[in-house]
């Protein structure tokens, strides 16, 4: 039996965060929703995910609206990591690949999640949603990220 498709994600977070966890080493990581376990479970080996930052620091008035980050989620369950101050966030391991902040403004029209140009971000309040393979194509061209490090090539050539 072979494995299932792998699904494709938008997450939410600040352009600080999300950068703070494709840069980490040795593997990089994201985290969702303030840190809650339950969003990250929905998530498998494979998924790609990109991240999308209405703005450059956590609550800040300092508008972005921003796909910053994009990678590919890594074997393994959701685990905690104390920061301290009794702040305990779930992550997973993501495989981040090379790409480009892009502008979410110039999509919107192309998107297949978005139902209401005028109401567009009402999904980004939940912190991770999913989104079809055409979105995620739409997305990683904006990034200028390579197609194939993300497992995205051979679902364009079975939908040509």
Do not use: N
């Given at each position: ?141 904006a990034m200028r990220a390579d197609l194939a490090s993300l497992g995205l090539v051979q679902a364009e050539a079975t939908a040509q």
């Amino acid at each position: 039996m072979s494995a299932p498709a792998p699904r494709h994600w938008i997450a939410v977070a600040s352009a600080e965060h999300a950068l703070r966890g494709r840069d980490h080493t040795p593997v990089g990581f994201m985290q969702v929703c303030h840190g809650k376990s339950a969003p990250l479970q929905r998530l498998r080996a494979g998924d790609v995910v990109a991240c999308y930052a209405p703005a450059l620091t956590m609550g800040g008035k300092d508008r972005l609206q921003r796909f910053v980050s994009l990678g590919v989620v890594q074997a393994g369950e959701p685990y905690a990591v104390d920061m301290g101050g009794g702040f305990v966030p779930h992550r997973r391991d993501v495989r981040y690949v090379s790409a480009q902040p892009a502008p979410i403004a110039p999509l919107l029209d192309e998107f297949d999640f978005v139902e209401d140009r005028q109401r567009w971000g009402h999904k980004f309040r939940f912190g991770l949603f999913e989104v079809s393979s055409d979105d995620m194509r739409r997305i990683a061209r904006a990034m200028r990220a390579d197609l194939a490090s993300l497992g995205l090539v051979q679902a364009e050539a079975t939908a040509q």
